[in-house]
């Protein structure tokens, strides 16, 4: 029975993130198919060292702030050497990818790295340092970091992306080669949407500046005449964006905040909205998106349409502004049975795209192939 170790900064039972998400459904995949999965993660001192959540045998590492993640080097081996994987997966960029790679290179033992956002084979930009803290501390060690990372995506042996515009920019940066697979969706036991009256605006994310969650507040205010809810989900920890929600919401009678939602949660919200907006600076492949699709609900993003999806299947809209933005769901508002037939192109498109139940032989064959070599 084959045995894969996911390595990720955090455990979806503690954050519930894109790349989290994606790791537990594709290890619940992995499961159904006969595979034992491992979980390697940073977790605060409350958390048990070693348990089983929901099939996944999950190891801690001390929790760290980024730019100690290397301290942790030899904890990291130690669990990578106590799971006993015949693979390891490692999933967004950070230090752990590099030392991943060259632990698992010692131990014999392959690793495919999981790009989650264009940010991650973005070799000469780095598109992180707007939500880095600044302090010096930070500025000094950030290139001993970055190369760090760098070292691991060339030396990985495999490489996951979720679009072909991120191939492009591997092959690019780092001139080296990939896989494109998407990401994925558990696609079981639908029930018909149950739409919500005065319509509800869906954005839904963790509450950070890349995410720019400003401008859906913005949207929000433009659009006070409109009679619908403008309603905003996500973890928000960072002081400046508690305050600033709170401000929103005091001013705005159409704009309300309801926190961090569980994902069966966000699913039920997603179906009931008319309309799912995205405002990020840069994405990978959002899972918000794809969910909204396979409810039948039009999205419109500001600037994020990754391989030009959303344009060419007629998804929704990619806007290139703000006033594109507003533009757009006043018409798709306004328009019932446009929005309607977006909306079930896009649940068509969906499920023949992204149900996990097609895409897992694409995993599992190229784990295989990594373990046989």
């Known amino acids: 029975m084959p045995r894969i ?23 619940r995949g992995l499961r159904d198919q006969g595979w034992e999965t491992i979980y390697i993660c940073e977790r605060s001192t409350d958390k048990p060292r070693r348990e089983v959540v929901n099939g996944m045998e999950v190891l801690a590492l001390p929790l760290r702030k980024r730019r100690n993640a290397w301290l ?37 033992k392959p690793v495919v790295y999981a790009v989650a956002s264009i940010a991650d084979v973005n ?37 996951i992306l979720q679009t072909q515009d991120q191939l492009r920019l591997l092959e690019s940066e780092y001139k080296r080669g990939g896989t494109v697979i ?19 605006i869906l954005w839904i994310s963790n509450i950070k500046q890349m995410k720019r969650p400003e401008l859906f507040v913005e949207l929000a205010h433009r659009c006070h005449d409109l009679d619908v809810r403008f309603i905003m989900a996500g973890s928000c920890e960072q002081d400046k964006f508690q305050h600033n929600i709170a401000e929103a919401e005091r001013k705005l009678s159409n704009f309300f905040y309801i926190g961090p939602l569980k994902p069966s949660e966000a699913e039920k919200r ?15 492949f959002p899972n918000v998106l794809q969910q909204a699709w396979a409810k039948g609900v039009p999205t419109l993003c500001l600037g994020i349409d990754p391989d030009g999806i959303i344009e060419r299947e007629g998804l929704g809209v990619n806007a290139k502004s703000v006033d594109e933005l507003e533009a757009a769901l006043r018409r798709l508002l306004s328009d019932d049975e ?16 992204y149900d996990l139940k097609n895409l897992l032989p694409r995993y599992v064959a190229l784990f295989e192939d990594l373990i046989r070599t």
């Open 72 to 108: 942790n080097f030899r904890a990291l081996k130690e669990a990578m050497i106590k799971s006993r994987a015949d693979l390891f997966y490692q999933r967004v960029r950070r230090p752990y990818t590099g030392l991943v790679v060259r632990i698992a290179k010692k131990l014999k």
């Open 338 to 353: 446009q929005r309607e037939s977006i909306g079930e192109r896009a649940r068509e498109f969906a499920r023949r795209s």
């Open 123 to 159: 070799r000469r930009r780095d598109l992180f340092r707007k939500m880095n803290s600044g302090s010096p501390i930070d500025l000094l060690i950030n290139p001993f970091l970055r190369y760090i990372e760098n070292w691991g995506i060339t030396n990985a042996d495999a490489i």
């Open 182 to 200: 998407p990401n994925h969706l558990f696609l079981e036991n639908d029930q018909p949407n149950v739409k919500i009256s005065p319509p509800e």
């Open 5 to 27: 170790a996911f390595v990720l900064q955090t455990f979806y039972d503690d954050h519930i993130g894109g790349a989290e998400r994606q790791v537990q459904l594709l290890a």
């Open 270 to 284: 997603i179906a009931s909205a008319a309309l799912l907006i995205n405002t990020s600076e840069f994405e990978g």
